[in-house]
Structures are given as C-alpha cells and as structure tokens.
C-alpha cells in the first residue's frame, strides 16, 4: 500500500519559514501529482497547493506568493516552501498523491504547523 508521510512542521514565529516535505513510499510509480492541504480547528478541510505531472501548480489565494509547491530530487517526495507564515496558517497540514489521473487519494497523517509569536 501507498504510505504518505509529511514531515518539517513545528512551531515558527510569524514572518518565518517553514519547508514541508512528503514522502510516498510502497507505490510502483511515482505520483502523478500531489497537493497539500490544511484544516484549521473549526474550519474545513482547504486546498493549499497543488503539483499536476506536468508540473503547473495552482494555489490557494490565501497562500500565493508565500508558498511554493515542488517534487523533490526523489520522484516520490514533494516540498511544500513556506515563506512568511501568518498566524492565519496555523493548521494540520496534509499531503495528497494520486497515481493517476483520477486516481484514487492517498493522505498522510498530517504535521501541525503553529505560526505564533
């Protein structure tokens, strides 16, 4: 089975940075692309950024500019480049990978990210 694990959240004061990665392991292939996503307590679940196989990225408007979504040397790992975080990012970050397109979701467990001074 496909096992996806986000790592490099923690606590970072706002203006800070943070790189979160995700790793996939015990899939044939590499993914044929990934998100990230974010739930606030309270809010919903929300798209953060996203990475198709031909690399074109989307983004939450929320995070544009701040973010940047990218695979990493290893096929089958994707980083999330947090730069000035807000409080307002504080949330359970999620990673997502599809095989396919259309294929059916993986998810992590999640990594908190707390953005407080």
């Known amino acids: 089975q496909v096992q996806l694990v986000e790592s490099g959240g923690g606590l970072v004061q706002p203006g800070g940075s943070l790189r979160l990665s995700c790793a996939a392991s015990g899939a044939i292939f590499s993914f044929n692309a990934m998100g990230w996503y974010r739930q606030a307590p309270g809010k919903q679940r929300e798209l953060v950024a996203e990475?198709?196989?031909?690399?074109?990225?989307n983004y939450a408007d929320s995070v544009k500019g701040r973010f940047t979504i990218s695979r990493g040397n290893d096929k089958n790992t994707g980083d999330l480049q947090m730069n000035s975080l807000k409080p307002e990012d504080t949330a359970v970050y999620y990673c997502n990978a599809v095989y396919s397109p259309g294929g059916w979701p993986y998810w992590g467990q999640g990594t908190q990210v707390t953005v407080s001074s």
């Open positions: 990475i198709a196989s031909g690399g074109s990225t």
